[in-house]
């Protein structure tokens, strides 16, 4: 259905297009009431799915049908659903809702803002841990207070959750920062308007950017270094928010029966954030970053039968055999240790004996700071060549100290060739 609406208004050129966000931005001609009519219709046709597919699988399973006829009964196309589901790894913390079941209730339960919480996932066979935290939402799901507001789907799936990104009103997700490499199921849930609300990591760190009025973040920053407070903090942090933001939006509902606010989250969300996070950025970054790269190299690598090949396979053999007989002949250094002052001027030459390799070696001074116990990378700066005797060459660098504070340096000598791509293609390093 969004696919044949993006089709209808950004053009039959778009789908060559996915990553240009110009194309995107048409999505605010689009009525706010077809936004709704097309949201509704994903609504239901998740909620029709939970009814068919599981009131057969939880009557097999947990017995007693009553209950069973009264929490499908209980799915509400006009709550504000939000759906929580991935893998049970235990570091996505989809315990994380549960930790004030008192408030939690309040949420659900207030009569006229009805909101509901669909779950879903599974947990490695071999993760105990992650079982217990799906036991545990099946067992709340069970309480009187919650039954029918919190519901647990099992067996995901991608036809689940298929049905889950494109049907919520709002997509949930509370990872420990920063262990979410990305969190690909929000990205799904961006294309079929429904917003994300997430802790700020993995891909909604990227995308949050683009936009504010499209979404809800936590903060990425961690105020506890102890794990349980601030999973306290996150989750009274997502209480609040949704009663005091998300719900209020969502509710602000007009006499055609829906939110123009929250019709404008949605589109900024598809025209802002979207184009970002399709395949086809992804791959465009990796042709230009990557492929076409590699492609030069290669076609570089292989003509005249391998030439530049073989001419790198012997330098790296000479550096190689000579490389432990490289030594130091001299280091004269101006830099004073005792009273070094911020703006002084400083030269330190290095003599190496190079074993026959001339200026197939360089030399780097490496400076770093010492923060809080941690040691801290500033910077490095090059020698240049500036005599040659026999096997002997000298090495200059004349620079200044640019900053104040306590630095700690060293210099190392590495094998240098323009034909190598990056140093790690050939990692030799010795530091003097
Ligand atoms: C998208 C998807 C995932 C991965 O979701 P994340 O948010 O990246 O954890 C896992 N399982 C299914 C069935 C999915 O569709």
């Given at each position: 259905e969004w696919k044949a609406l993006y089709e209808e208004t950004f053009g039959k050129d778009f789908f060559q297009h996915q990553s240009d966000t110009k194309f995107w931005e048409?999505?605010?001609?689009?009525s706010d009431e077809d936004i709704w009519n097309l949201r509704m219709t994903m609504k239901n046709k998740f909620i029709n799915f939970v009814r068919r597919d599981f009131r057969e699988k939880w009557l097999k399973n947990q017995g007693d049908p009553s209950r069973i006829m009264s929490i499908v009964d209980k799915i509400n196309p006009n709550a504000l659903i939000i759906g929580f589901a991935r893998?049970?790894?235990?570091?996505?913390?989809?315990?994380?809702?549960?930790?004030?079941l008192d408030r939690l209730s309040a949420i659900v339960n207030n009569p006229q803002f009805p909101v509901q919480f669909i779950f879903s996932g599974k947990a490695h066979p071999a993760d105990g841990a992650g079982q217990g935290l799906i036991k545990r939402i099946m067992e709340i799901s069970r309480m009187p207070q919650f039954l029918g507001k919190i519901i647990f789907l099992e067996n995901y799936d991608m036809i689940v959750a298929k049905r889950l990104v494109s049907g919520v009103d709002i997509w949930l997700n509370t990872p420990?920062?920063?262990?979410?490499?990305?969190?690909t199921s929000g990205e799904k849930a961006e294309m079929n308007g429904v917003l994300n609300f997430s802790?700020?990591?993995?891909?909604w760190y990227e995308g949050y950017k683009f936009c504010k009025q499209a979404g809800w973040a936590l903060t990425e920053?961690?105020?506890?270094?102890?794990q349980s407070q601030q999973d306290k903090l996150d989750a009274a942090t997502i209480y609040s928010m949704l009663e005091n933001e998300i719900v209020p939006l969502y509710f602000a509902k007009n006499s055609k029966g829906y939110s123009p606010e929250w019709i404008q989250y949605i589109k900024n969300s598809i025209a802002k954030i979207a184009p970002h996070f399709t395949m086809k950025r992804m791959i465009d970054d990796y042709i230009e970053r990557f492929y076409d790269k590699e492609a030069k190299r290669s076609k570089k690598l292989v003509a005249h039968d391998y030439a530049v090949a073989k001419e790198i396979v012997e330098w790296k053999e000479k550096v190689a055999a000579a490389w432990d007989g490289v030594s130091v002949v001299s280091i004269n250094e101006t830099i004073d240790h005792n009273s070094p002052k911020t703006g002084e001027a400083y030269s330190t030459e290095i003599k190496l004996d190079t074993n026959g390799l001339g200026t197939s070696l360089a030399i780097e001074q490496v400076v770093y700071k010492v923060e809080d116990g941690i040691e801290k990378m500033v910077g490095t700066e090059p020698f240049k060549v500036v005599g040659h005797d026999g096997n002997i060459v000298t090495y200059e660098l004349k620079n200044k100290l640019r900053e104040a504070g306590v630095f700690r340096y060293a210099f190392r000598i590495y094998p240098t060739n323009a034909?190598?791509?990056?140093?790690?293609?050939?990692a030799y390093v010795r530091w003097i």
């Open positions: 048409k999505i605010y001609t689009v893998r049970f790894a235990t570091y996505k913390r989809a315990h994380l809702l549960f930790s004030d420990t920062r920063p262990l979410e490499a990305s969190g802790v700020l990591d993995g891909w920053k961690r105020t506890f270094t102890d034909l190598l791509p990056h140093r790690q293609d050939f």
